[in-house]
C-alpha cells in the first residue's frame, strides 16, 4: 500500500520516565518510514501530587521544549517537527492545565484521561481492579470524565477514546461513548486514532472499528498517532489505521499552531 505524507502526531520522550531514545532518533525513524512530520506529545507535567512517576516535572518543561525545538532545527527541510502536549484532564487540576498551556507556542494538545478517581486504569500494575468493579460503571465513569474534558476548550483531540479496554475489557455497552461522541462533534474536537491498542493485550486500535464509524458519521476528523514510547514505534500500522478509516468514510487530519489542517 503507498501511503500519503502522513504525521505521527502522539509521541514520547524519555523525561516521561518510560519512553527510550532521543527525540532525534523518534525524527529519523520518522524519516526512514517516510512520514512528512512528526508531532511530539509527551507526557505534560501536572501538580506534585499528581501521577509524579510517569511524567516529566515541572523544571523539565523547557528542557523539553528545547529539545524538541533543536531536533526541529536539525530535520529543517526534510521532517516537519513539531511540539506539542498530551494533558491530562483530572477534576480539580484545570487552572494548573490551563496556566502551563498558556506558557509556550504548542502546535497539537492531546486530552486524556488515565485515571478514574485514584485508580490509574491503564496501568498494568492495578489491573487487578477491574475484577472488583462493574465494567459498565467503569466505562460510564470514564465516559462522564471525558466528557468533561472535551467541554474544557483545553485540548484539540481527545486521546484512546476507549481505553479502559487496554487488557480486554470491553465496553458491554457502548452508549456512554456515542454519548460523548456528539459532545466532542458539537464541540468540533478531533479524535487521536491510536495505534498503540494493536500493540496491547486487546489487540485492537482506539477507538475501536464501531466508535470509528460512529466518529466518521459525525463528522469527526482523526488524528494518527503511534503513541510511540521508542523510535521502533514510530508510524506504526498507520496503513492499517487509514485503511480502517476510509472504510468509514473518515479523514484525517494534523494540527499545528493549535490550529486544524485538513
Known sequence: MTLPPLFDS????????????HPREYAQAALDAGLAGLCFTDHMPMPAWYDAGWRMRLGQLAEYVDTVRGVQAEFAGRLDVR??????????????????????????VIGSVHYIGAWGFDNPEYVAEYGERDLGGIYRHYAALVEGAARTGLFDAIGHLDLPKKFGHRDPDGSALRRVLDVVAGLDLALDFNTAGWRKPVAEAYPAPELVREAAARGIPFVLGSDAHAPGEVGFRFGDALAQIAAAGGRVVTYAGRVRRE
Open 10 to 21: 502522539h509521541l514520547h520522550t524519555p523525561l516521561c520516565n518510560h519512553a527510550t531514545g
Open 83 to 108: 511540539l506539542g502536549l498530551e494533558a491530562d484532564f483530572h477534576p480539580g487540576t484545570e487552572r494548573f492545565v490551563e496556566r502551563l498551556l498558556a506558557a509556550h507556542d504548542w502546535d497539537y
